[in-house]
């Protein structure tokens, strides 16, 4: 999980003033509704309401929640949460889809992407899943669509993602899916009182479809 997750819109970082612009290719589609997007191990769909009590125990555990943003403490927080997320979806801010295994109906997980730059040139990706689908491919698999879903769709450039340099299973996850790291941001993320340092991991979109035509592992 990254640090970047369930951030409600009191806790959302001030977003970034535009830099150079470039060609835009975001559809405003997906401000209307998320797609459903469907992998080998995992859906991506938009979050539900109904949601809110089961992202609520796989979430909050001390497992998962030690390197992210406090989650919300109960059911109507979730939900409050799920709330916000439609309407920064609708108003073209940020994109949220809930992960659910094949076989079951509510989210174990989340996977978030949110815009640095206006039109999502440059663009901010995190992820929080329930420590039980830990090395279950669950990631692996949602990671791949989001990304996908984040290049093609949106049209984002360059993705950026931040983990605490404590967190090595978040910083492993990310390396595996083929994120370079650039460097460590100092002291930036406080928890529980302490500022930790952070570990800033990019993927341009370019080395992302070189890396998925090599690998075959476009999901759409």
């Avoid at 941001?185 to 990019?202: A, H, I, P």
Wanted: charged share 20%; glycine share 8%.
């Amino acid at each position: 999980m990254t640090n970047n997750s369930l951030r409600e819109s009191r806790t959302m970082m001030t977003l970034q003033p535009a830099v150079a612009s470039r060609p835009q290719t975001t559809t405003s589609d997906w401000t209307q509704a998320l797609p459903v997007l469907t992998g080998s191990k995992v859906t991506l769909r938009e979050l539900r309401l109904s949601d809110a009590p089961s992202l609520l125990a796989m979430l909050s555990t001390e497992e998962v929640s030690r390197f992210i943003s406090p989650p919300p403490t109960t059911v109507e927080g979730f939900e409050r949460f799920i709330a916000w997320t439609h309407r920064e979806r609708t108003a073209g801010n940020y994109v949220c889809f809930a992960v659910v295994p094949h076989g079951m109906d509510t989210a174990i997980g989340i996977f978030q992407v949110r815009q640095l730059e206006p039109g999502f040139s440059t663009a901010e990706w995190g992820f929080a899943i329930g420590s039980a689908f830990w090395g279950s491919g669950a990631f692996l698999d949602g990671a791949k669509m989001v990304l996908d879903f984040a290049f093609d769709v949106v049209g984002a450039h360059r993705l950026e993602a931040r983990a605490a340099v404590a967190n090595g299973r978040g910083n492993g996850a990310l390396r595996k899916i083929g994120a370079v790291q650039e460097g460590v941001l100092r002291k930036s993320f406080l928890r529980n009182g302490e500022y930790l340092d952070q570990t800033l991991w990019t993927i341009l979109d370019d080395d992302w479809r070189r890396t998925a035509s090599a690998s075959g592992i476009r999901v759409h």
